[in-house]
């Protein structure tokens, strides 16, 4: 009997109730959510399809105050963007190559299922076959102890006719009476032909019948042997694709330094901007002083002589 499948709304169900929780949704953590049942290929094609409707949170670059600031927080970004889409663009192509990998999976899974089937059929059966074949050699057997008897009950005959045959007065009734052994000697040379054609027929069929189930197991072998590789290829898929991830923090964490760095430079900008207007308004207010106090002395003039 075929597995029964993993839905998709029980693989969605179980990675939001991790996100809910504030777990991570992984391909294990989903699986054992579920109970660890079900087919891993069937839950890899759910939870990839599952991904793919989440939205991505959207990256958030402030503007810098300055033409300095702004070149190197584009620049940044620039180098940050980059890397993200590389990362994103190896974990597609992953994800791509799991998916190939878990359909080749599942289609392995349905063909060991169903040469199972097939095994078990053809050893019902092969079973069938050897209890029919059991049952006529018993049947031969015992046909052939009644022809035995009746060859016995024959020369009894005989010897009953040789004797018949010095009774003139009898001879017509020895005549009648072997003419009915003889019918029931045919009948029965007949059955016993009919019973070997039976054991014939039947050992034919038990020979095919072991035929296909050795090629059946020869089948289902190769089957589980092809399922072995493509599990082999699927684990290499999710190294590469952990690698990837990594990758990835990795991007995003130089990233966040970068604009640790550039919110650092602003501040110093801003504290230094603010340094030079304080010290303006000083030299301002140093030369307003000077100014007031030369008024005075060009008051204290004699007035010109009148003409």
Do not use: C, F
Not at 119 to 148: H, N, Y
Not at 200 to 207: D, L, S
Not at 242 to 264: D, H
């Amino acid at each position: 009997m075929a597995r029964q499948g993993v839905s998709y709304e029980s693989v969605a169900a179980a990675a939001d109730a991790l996100i809910a929780e504030n777990q991570k949704p992984t391909l294990t953590a989903v699986r054992e959510r579920l109970g660890n049942s079900g087919s891993m290929n069937t839950i890899h094609r759910h939870w990839t399809a599952w991904r793919s409707h989440l939205k991505p949170a959207p990256r958030k670059v402030s503007e810098p105050n300055t033409r300095l600031l702004s070149a190197l927080g584009a620049e940044l970004s620039k180098v940050a963007e980059e890397a993200a889409s590389e990362s994103e663009a190896a974990l597609a192509q992953a994800l791509h190559e799991l998916s190939v990998y878990s359909a080749n999976g599942e289609a392995l899974e349905a063909e060991r299922d169903a040469l199972s089937e097939q095994l078990l059929q053809i050893t019902t059966e092969r079973d069938t076959l050897a209890g029919k074949a059991a049952g006529q050699s018993a049947e031969i057997e015992r046909l052939t102890q009644d022809a035995e008897r009746e060859r016995e009950d024959t020369a009894v005959v005989r010897r009953m006719l040789a004797q018949a045959e010095l009774r003139l007065e009898a001879l017509p009734r020895l005549e009648e009476e072997l003419v009915q052994l003889r019918a029931q000697l045919a009948a029965e040379q007949t059955a016993r032909t009919e019973a070997d054609k039976m054991a014939a027929v039947a050992e034919a069929r038990r020979a095919a019948a072991e035929t296909a189930q050795a090629q059946a197991e020869a089948r289902l072998a190769s089957a589980e042997q092809r399922e072995g590789r493509a599990r082999g290829e699927l684990a290499e898929a999710q190294a590469a694709h952990q690698s990837t991830r990594e990758r990835l923090t990795e991007a995003v964490g130089v990233a966040a330094g970068a604009q640790a760095e550039l919110k650092a430079l602003r501040e110093r900008l801003a504290e230094t901007a603010k340094q030079a207007e304080t010290k303006g308004h000083a030299e301002l207010d140093t030369h307003g002083a000077g100014s007031d106090a030369q008024r005075p002395a060009r008051s204290r003039k004699p007035p010109a002589a009148a003409s």
